[in-house]
DNA sequence: CGTCCTTCTTGAACACGTTCAAAACAAGGA
DNA sequence: TCCTTGTTTTGAACGTGTTCAAGAAGGACG
């Protein structure tokens, strides 16, 4: 199958050239007709292999992901206390993504769009979605915390939701080296460990368990 | 100055125009043509008022905050209850908003941009975020509920917050009349306010502490 | 009335994302 | 070698948001 491997080969560098003028210049003042020069191709042909420019991006997304999936497993391994193990996780990701912010920022617009298949709700982001809420299971899975037993099934989906509004923050970061999104997850994870600790008391109980039947009510597609 | 006043008639035709092209055909599939041609301008005319076809809907967006605000007011007059409060308060939104909810999407989608003025979090949107953290603290101060006192100076900040997270469940939201978004509602008020009945509690009060802190140091522009 | 100045208005032109009919290419079979 | 079929590639063309040089309209002042 030479056809295939030239065929592959092509793709990926249109890809490759899109995220490097993406990085350099940023996602809108990199036009397609740049892409296609750029990799020394037709404009016509980079639409063969890619719907639209915002699918461009698609590839890029599920590159970070992966990485930061591989990297935050590699970081939490041995760790035991809870607190520890979210906050590394949350760092990672920080780290991982700190050099694409600037056009990351352009992506997550896309993404903002609940039509669009880049949101992180919609059918097609499940993969990855589900993927990154496997990573909040064995950061509580592999933690020593005490939790209320009907909270911890949910929590780790609470988790990504939380992590969600990090990168909601950390979009809208215009610090140096995104310290403020630092911050925030430096000081946010000991109140949510301690929000979970206190899940077991009983006058927390109540509220609790209703948080968890009200996001599986609200998971209910009806 | 009969100058001005024909001004104003022309800008408000323009927006008016573009007002009822959005919701009859949705806001992409609304040209700039099609509002010029339908107020009966030109289209270099409408960019004389209009700096570009987002700006359009800022009007549309202040519109329905000073219904939300004035309808709102109006509701909870005379009612004590915090959790009734907030409730109608939110409720109000969702009744107000309904009509236009299919191009209210493109417009947060809009929001969601940073860069965007239109971004809740920027500065051209300071007068109306300033509006709503006001309407909350409404909510709270006429109301009769018992707070940890440090609390209660950022609790409007905090509901306005997570006004914002209910907005964004709403624009995700495909149920019919939006009602996932009312169970939301019904069912995360209550929550709210037994949470914030617990913040007076002797093992709560270091957490919500920590909270205030937190978001005050966040908010500290350095 | 004529001359300036400001405010509005125009529509052609531009750059971009996207589409599509046509061509080029590759590989098998006759 | 020549045809057939499927894949890949091309670039002109379309519709869009946006810009801009040019002009029209409406006073103010001599």
């Not at 750029?38 to 990485?67: P, T």
């Not at 298949?117 to 899975?141: H, K, T, Y």
């Not at 215009?174 to 008391?201: D, F, T």
Request: glycine share 6%; proline share 4%; hydrophobic share 45%.
């Amino acid at each position: 199958m030479l056809r295939v491997a030239k065929s592959e080969e092509t793709r990926s560098l249109i890809v490759t050239t899109a995220m490097r003028l993406f990085t350099e210049n940023g996602y809108d003042r990199t036009t397609m007709r740049a892409i296609a020069a750029g990799a020394g191709v037709s404009v016509g042909n980079a639409y063969y292999y890619f719907s639209s420019k915002e699918q461009l991006i698609q590839g890029f997304y599920d590159e970070i992901a992966r990485q930061h999936l591989d990297a935050a497993r590699d970081r939490i391994g041995g760790e035991t206390a809870f607190a520890v193990r979210l906050k590394t996780v949350l760092l990672c990701w920080l780290d991982i993504a700190e050099p694409y912010q600037r056009f990351g920022t352009q992506f997550f617009v896309n993404a903002a769009d609940p039509e669009s298949p880049l949101s992180p709700f919609s059918d097609d982001s499940s993969a990855a979605r589900e993927a990154s809420i496997g990573l909040m299971r064995e950061v509580v899975d592999g933690s020593d915390v005490k939790l209320d037993p009907e909270l911890r099934g949910q929590l780790p989906e609470l988790l990504w939701l939380y992590q969600m509004g990090v990168v909601l923050f950390w979009v809208h970061d215009r610090s140096a080296g995104q310290k403020r999104s630092r911050l925030l997850v430096e000081r946010s994870v000991p109140l949510i460990a301690r929000l979970a600790a206190l899940s077991r008391l009983r006058v927390f109980r109540p509220v609790s368990r209703e948080i968890v039947d009200l996001i599986q009510d609200l998971a209910k597609k009806d």
